[in-house]
């Protein structure tokens, strides 16, 4: 049977000294091994496991659901957000009604470009929606996040450097395997038919796309929320209002 990764998460309810050890001796006599472990949010630690046979997982969930000092919580092949939550010791804020909405701080930049680097590693179209007010490092991140990826990032619209309207792109530029980032207000409110001919030849394309304020994006262009796989959004703190209103004008102005 192949080798395969699982991630292991239980609350504990009484934190005696040696629990973490008579875990661990379990995971070795079942030769199961721990590739990561982590606390996560208080109370509840996290493992990433590997193991070459599913049988001696489910056994290890049976077993230690007979011990009263835990709860174990999760035992599944590991998602994004859990792989992360053992790297960093918490778990990534997610709308509990539209499951593709992440939320994060302006303290959380590390999980954040963490997050995006793994997600750029991914192949094939993607399209992520980045919100969030001005200066509160949307751009840096999606920079950083490429270089996580070990992939080129190329700019179809920002704000970054002055403003960037492309009308053309070299054949490197247009290289799938690069992750393009567009400015979505730069690319609608104000963007010339050429430069909008370009944005839609990359919409079609098979790669990464990450579009700032995809609000806006939507509200001007025919594209809509069903082209996102994922929207982010990123605050300066947890109560901030992302407002539109308060720089779409200042956008238009500088144009």
């Not at 590997?50 to 077993?63: A, C, P």
């Not at 919580?73 to 053992?86: C, E, F, G, M, N």
Request: proline fraction near 3%.
């Amino acid at each position: 049977m192949e080798t395969k990764q699982w991630y292991m998460e239980y609350k504990i309810h009484k934190n005696r000294p040696g629990l973490l050890g008579d875990i661990a001796s379990m995971l070795g006599m079942l030769e199961v091994n721990i590739l990561t472990i982590n606390g996560v949010e208080g109370k509840t630690r996290g493992m990433l496991l590997e193991s070459d046979d599913d049988e001696k997982i489910r056994l290890l969930g049976e077993m230690l659901g007979k011990v009263n000092s835990i709860t174990v919580s999760a035992l599944r092949q590991p998602k994004l957000v859990d792989i992360l939550a053992v790297r960093h010791g918490r778990y990534i804020d997610r709308d509990s009604d539209d499951r593709k909405t992440f939320r994060f701080t302006r303290d959380e930049l590390g999980l954040l470009v963490d997050f995006l680097g793994e997600v750029f590693k991914r192949e094939g179209n993607q399209v992520i929606g980045l919100r969030g007010m001005p200066r509160v490092g949307k751009t840096e991140s999606i920079i950083a996040g490429s270089v996580c990826a070990m992939k080129r990032w190329t700019f179809v619209s920002s704000t970054l450097l002055r403003q960037t309207i492309r009308s053309q792109m070299s054949e490197d530029e247009l290289n799938p395997n690069n992750v393009f980032i567009i400015d979505g207000i730069v690319s609608t409110i104000r963007s010339s038919e050429r430069h909008y001919n370009l944005l839609q030849d990359i919409m079609s394309m098979p790669s990464t796309k990450v579009i700032e304020h995809p609000d806006i994006f939507v509200q001007e262009s025919e594209f809509d929320y069903n082209h996102f796989d994922i929207i982010i959004e990123l605050r300066n703190n947890p109560n901030e209002e992302i407002i539109y209103d308060t720089f779409t004008a200042s956008y238009t102005d500088e144009l």
